[in-house]
């Protein structure tokens, strides 16, 4: 019959060699869950950075807005102003035309009670020349109130679209400031974890097999979830940075 010592010491080496695989496999766990760890807080460090260049977009957005606010309220004064002086000029160019010809029973009459045929030709070339100015007057009014219409228009424009940029801006920076707090969470989690899991396999070698065996599969079994869920999180913020840029 087989010695009972040599079986008992057999026993005893083969649960030591278990013991040392289910180490072993606890062990590779760990590493992996702090290369993940590592993974994950370079990709916090590059989501803090580029939340701060989201702020500073944002602030650049807010000043184009203020300045394109201020703009559109600047040429609504001119065109409001524009459009005073056409009415205004143009009650002054018909009070001018009334006092000077209205008297000579009009403008044909005007020129025709000329004395002589230069006087004549005289009256109808001031005549023309107050028309024309009269009409260039009026055309410079048109432009003046067009172009602050105009420009208050661009400036409305570029208001918006600063608004729109600086609100998707915001959303961006909430989405990535969240992102950064469940980083970290599944950092502190990993960390926690690992901790754990290192503390059990320091201590295998003073405990029965079943007992490492059950300990190092829920250690296993935790360390895959987080180590997942950072997997995850390293996607997300992949998939939105290449969204949005």
Do not use: C
Not at 42 to 50: L, Y
Not at 56 to 79: F, N, V
Not at 140 to 168: H, L, P, Y
Not at 196 to 213: F, G, K, N, P, W
Request: aromatic share 2%; hydrophobic share 45%; charged share 20%.
């Amino acid at each position: 019959s087989a010695d009972p010592l040599a079986q008992q010491i057999e026993q005893e080496l083969q649960q030591q060699a278990q013991i040392e695989a289910a180490k072993a496999t606890l062990g590779g766990e760990v590493a992996a869950a702090k290369d993940q760890s590592g993974a994950l807080s370079a990709v916090i460090t590059q989501v803090q950075q580029t939340i701060e260049d989201t702020t500073a977009k944002t602030a650049l957005a807010e000043q184009r807005l203020h300045d394109a606010d201020a703009r559109a309220a600047i040429d609504t004064t001119r065109g409001d102003a524009a459009r005073l002086r056409a009415q205004q000029d143009r009650a002054l160019l018909a009070a001018s035309i009334r006092t000077r010809y209205v008297a000579q029973d009009g403008l044909i009459q005007y020129i025709l009670a000329s004395r002589d045929f230069s006087e004549m030709m005289s009256r109808a070339a001031s005549v023309t020349t107050i028309a024309n100015r009269s009409q260039d007057l009026l055309v410079q009014i048109n432009a003046d109130v067009a172009a602050a219409d105009s420009a208050r228009k661009a400036a409305e424009t570029d208001a918006a679209q600063a608004a729109a940029e600086g609100a998707t801006l915001v959303t961006q920076s909430q989405h990535l400031q969240a992102q950064v707090v469940t980083e970290n969470g599944l950092v502190d989690q990993l960390n926690a974890q690992e901790r754990a899991a290192s503390a059990e396999i320091q201590q295998a070698d003073s405990q029965d097999l079943a007992l490492v065996q059950q300990i190092a599969a829920q250690r296993i079994q935790e360390l895959d979830a987080t180590i997942a869920a950072a997997e995850a999180a390293d996607w997300d913020a992949a998939t939105f940075f290449i969204q949005n840029h």
